[in-house]
């Protein structure tokens, strides 16, 4: 940990390459399902980690990409733990949720 890593914004749904980020919007089903998910292919072990989600604990992510807190890799083996950019993102800023409301 120190460094800041930038993470390359995926080619479509398909690319899972490591160091990747990508945005998934669901939209309402029911009452209300609508949100945005926002992951990240860590680059350590390949897994993909969830950075951001509109229902649930999750990170904020700032309009020019720069995520807060730090990213720690939640699987198992792992210990990647970094500060992280996702270098194209122009989704605006997204705050934290904390799942409790
Ligand atoms: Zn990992």
Known sequence: MGTNAIFVKAVDKSDQRPGTWHRVQTVQVGTHLEGI??????????????????????????????????????HAG??????????GWTHGSLPMHDGET
């Open 37 to 74: 998910n926002v992951y990240a292919y860590c680059p350590d072990c390949g897994r993909r980690c969830g950075l951001h989600s509109t229902h649930g604990r999750s990170h904020a992510i700032r309009g020019d990409g720069v995520v807060h807190p730090s990213m720690i890799c939640p």
């Open 78 to 87: 792992c210990d990647y733990h970094e500060f992280v950019t996702l270098d």
